[in-house]
Every structure is written in C-alpha cells, then in structure tokens.
C-alpha cells in the first residue's frame, strides 16, 4: 500500500508519483486531476434534492454529483453574503482579516484581494495548472479612470488589478452581481464591447439602472457563461497539463431569469424554475467532461455562496411545501445556519467513492485541499483558515473533527463560533435580514441577551438559547474567537496580522 504523508497543506501518495525514465516531470502532470469548482449564487441547501427529503425542486444533475462521489451534510460558507464568501474561497483566509469588515462589494468597487495575496489559483498554476475564471467576479477591479467617478469609467480601456493579476490565465464574466451596473463583460483585461444603453428592471427580474453593453443579454448571461466554460474543457482536455475551473454563476441571485424553457417548470415560482435551469447548466458542465472524457480524473464540486435569498419570496414556495434553507432558521445575510450551511458536494470518480460526511467543514477548507491535490506545501502566510479535508474526500478520516471550530460572519459584520455541537452567536440578532433585524427590530433586540448558545445536534432550528444555563461555553467560544482574531489564523502556524486598523486587533469591543 502507498505511504500517505499528510500535513496541513500536502497530502500525496509516493507510490502515485512513480513516473516512466525520462518523463517524469511530465508524467506527473498528467496525474494530477483537474478541478471545477461550481459556485452557484443565493442557493440554498434546502434547494438541492439530494439533501432535501422533501424537496419540490429535483436537482437531478447536482443530485448525480452527491450519488456517485461526496455529500457533506454540515458544509459552511465563511461568509452569509457574496463577495465576503469569494474572498475566502480563493484566499482559504476568513473574510472579516480582509479590509472589508462588513457589507459587500458593488459593480465599480476597487480591487479587494491585494497582488500579495496567494490565491489558490496562483498555487495551482505555480504546480503546473492552467487556471481560468468564468463568471461572476465580485471582488473588485479597478476600471479605467473610475477615481474620476462612475460617469468617468472609459470601457474602452483595459482594466486593472483583475483576476489576471491574481493567479489566472484566464477569465471572462462580469465585475459584480448580476443585478449590480455596469452590465459588461469583461475577457481577460478588456471589455468585450462599450455600453450603448442604459437598462433597469424590477420585480423578480430586478436589476439596477445602469449602463449596458451592446452585447449584454441579462437573460442570456448564464447560458452564455456555461456555454464558454463547456468550451473551456473542451479545449483544455486536448492539451498535456491538468486545468483549474472556477465557476462562479450569477444566479439563482437576482435577477430571477429563467429563460423560456423553465418558466413555470418548477411548479412554485419563478426562482424555482431558475433553480431547475442551474440545475440543467451543471448538467452541461458534466456532459462536456463525459464528451471529453475527462471526467475520471476531474475533482467536480459544486457549493454556493451562501444560504437562499428572501428575493426568492420564501412565503410564496413555502406555500407550495418548499423550504429552501430546510429545517434551519435564517437565509442569506444572517448568522443563523440558514444563512451559511450551504449544499456541497464533490464527485472525483477515480479516486473518490459515494459516502456521506457529518463532520463540520468550511468553504475556505478547498484552498488546503486544492493545494495537497497538486503536492504543495502551504507557507504560513497562506491559507491562514483552511484546513486540508482530503481525508474526508478519500473517506480516510471521519471519527476524528478535522477542524478545531468555524467562524463565520454577517452582512452587518457580526460574528459566530461553532465548536462540536455548540454554536455562540456573539449577537443578539440575526446580524442580517431576519427577525430580529437591527435597524428594524431594535425594540425587540434591546430585550435579548447580548449573546445566543444553541446547541446545533439536539435545537439544529436555534430555537433555545441556552446561554445562561452553560456560561463555561460561552466563555470557551468566546476566548476561541478572540484567539483566533489576535492570531491571525486558525490554523495551526505562525501569528499573522489581519488587514484593517489597528483597533481591529485590539478587541476591546468583544472583551468587555
């Protein structure tokens, strides 16, 4: 049996690197599998079939992913809204040690992720990968001569600091949401083509006023997108070096766009039918690896960014039997699990087989994993929050908790720790858009303790907050999370330094 040498950031099997005389170098790269991360936008984990007993919407593409590789039931997104979750995806670094502390991004917003930051994809083309982004951005470029304002943009010109500069070969897809001006596309550096209008829509369809480009279809966005990813592996499966895929879709997000062929196919509404749509877009994706035949040795996951959006007018599927957040409370924007226990699974036919995984484990965990895939050893100045989960791909490891706790963060910038079954909201709220909300409940919330405790196995809907009856867990948690700030990591390794003023690292505010 192969050796295994395992450590944070490097799993690899000695014996799988054995290569013929002369062409080593070679035949290890042809080894190594490729790697498509799907990453749907405002989907929730009561939206996929094969995790939802009583679902209304049937995910069967996704639903083939979770059957014949890995369902993880207790999956997270570090973040409970969209560029905050990116972040750390690419970066395996929670959110909240970036300069952004709340909130999200818009469509003109200057770049987040700063040229020193490795992202996973920097790590993957430095091991031999050619790397690509297709899709929805979100995490700020700096558009030509925008310090002269949003009227001042020349898109005539290329942008800067773009996912180009930050590990990829390759990209096409748009600077923010879909519903977020301007309406571009962006290839590579260069838009593809000058505003020659201006658009707005309300409704499920809602997007914001704003420039549009004269070959922009917002309907026709993710088809477009899927249509040059299938493209994408199309071309790369011919070539003699593994490729990485990130796919971020701009839907089920507003606007809620089904094209003709899913309106009213759902039978609830139309973000159910949107949902059915990414649904059949996954299916391209696979079908474009079956036709290549590559899918054997591609790592396929698929996840979301966070938890379901109201948009999706919860009442109206509700109504019909549907719950997208499942039994959880909350959706997007909130610190209950509704708003970050996300579906992910992961299908990699020739070394993973079908089983189901309870352990706790976050988003940010990909960039350790991606990185041991490709035999690199992460530097302490990366990944500063990922935990490398191969072992529970592979199903090596299950009884032992591979992640110490997870922190994850609101849209308002509140924060809460899970550790085992325990999970402390250190809020008295929802921290996003549910009851009780600040700024609109605040009545309610100055009757509430300051902090919440549920304990996730025996209340997973948080229905009971325990906080006074276990004070010596509330105190654990929160020493945890102020640990886990101070550091810089959570992880083990060296102290590192959180982006952003200096008060952040004062943590008087959580102390007191």
């Known amino acids: 049996m192969n050796k295994l040498i395992k450590n944070r950031g490097l799993l690899f099997s000695l014996g799988s690197l054995a290569v013929l005389s002369g062409c080593a170098e070679q035949t290890q790269e042809l080894e190594k599998p490729n790697i498509i991360f799907i990453f749907a936008d405002d989907m929730g984990y009561g ?64 770049a987040l992720i700063p040229q020193d930051r490795r992202t996973i994809a920097g790590v993957l083309r430095e091991q031999g990968y050619q790397t690509a982004c297709i899709g929805k951005w979100h995490l700020g470029w700096d558009w030509n001569n925008i310090d002269a304002g949003i009227d001042s943009v020349d898109f005539s010109k290329p942008i800067t600091n773009g996912p180009t500069t930050l590990g990829f070969d390759y990209f096409y897809g748009i600077s923010g949401s879909l519903d977020m001006a301007p309406y571009v596309y962006v290839e590579n550096d260069k838009p593809t083509a000058l505003p020659d209008r201006v658009t707005s829509n ?82 391209k994706v696979m079908k474009a690896l079956d036709d290549a035949g590559i899918s054997d040795n591609t790592i396929l996951v698929f996840s ?36 970050h226990r996300i579906p992910c699974v992961v299908r990699w036919p020739a070394k993973i087989k079908s089983h189901t995984v309870h352990q706790t484990v976050c988003l940010t965990d990909f960039f350790a994993t991606f990185a041991a895939v490709a035999d690199y050893r992460l530097k302490d100045t990366e990944g500063e929050d990922s935990y490398n989960i191969l072992p529970l791909l592979l199903n090596e490891q299950e009884a032992d908790a591979i992640r110490e706790a997870t922190v994850h963060h609101s849209i308002d910038g509140d924060f809460t720790i ?56 509330v105190k654990e948690l929160r020493d945890l999370m102020i640990k886990y700030i101070k550091e810089g990591r959570s992880t083990p390794g060296a102290p590192q330094k959180n982006d952003g003023p200096e008060v952040w690292n004062q943590l008087s505010w959580m102390e007191e």
């Open 47 to 110: 939206d996929v079939s094969a995790l939802n007993e009583n679902s209304k919407i049937q995910t069967t593409n996704i639903d083939r992913i979770a059957n014949e590789g890995v369902i993880f039931t207790d999956a997270h997104s570090s973040s409970s809204v969209s560029t905050p979750s990116r972040y750390s995806v690419l970066t395996g670094r929670y959110n909240w040690r970036s300069t952004m502390k709340s909130g999200v991004l818009g469509g003109y917003s200057k």
């Open 202 to 283: 309300t409704g499920m369809a809602f997007w914001r006023k704003g420039p549009t480009a004269s070959d922009f279809d917002h309907e026709q966005t993710l088809p477009n997108l899927i249509n040059r990813a299938v493209n994408y592996i199309h071309d790369k499966s011919k070539e003699q070096k593994p490729f990485y895929l990130y796919l971020p879709l701009p839907a089920p997000h507003t606007p809620i766009l089904p094209i003709p062929e899913y309106q009213g196919k759902s039978g609830l509404n139309p973000y159910g039918d949107f949902v059915l749509m990414v649904d059949d877009m996954v299916g």
């Open 304 to 339: 979301t960014d966070n938890g379901c959006s109201p948009e999706a007018r919860f009442e109206e599927l509700q109504a019909k039997g549907h719950y997208p957040s499942y039994i959880y409370r909350g959706h997007k924007a909130d610190l209950f699990d509704g708003g």
């Open 418 to 473: 899970r550790k085992g079954e325990w999970k402390l909201l250190l809020s008295p709220g929802s921290g996003g858009w549910s009851f009780p909300r600040t700024g609109k409940d605040d009545e309610v919330i100055k009757t509430l303790p300051s902090v919440q405790l549920y304990n996730m196995e025996t209340d997973p809907e948080e229905a009971q907050n325990v906080y006074a009856e276990h004070p010596e867990i």
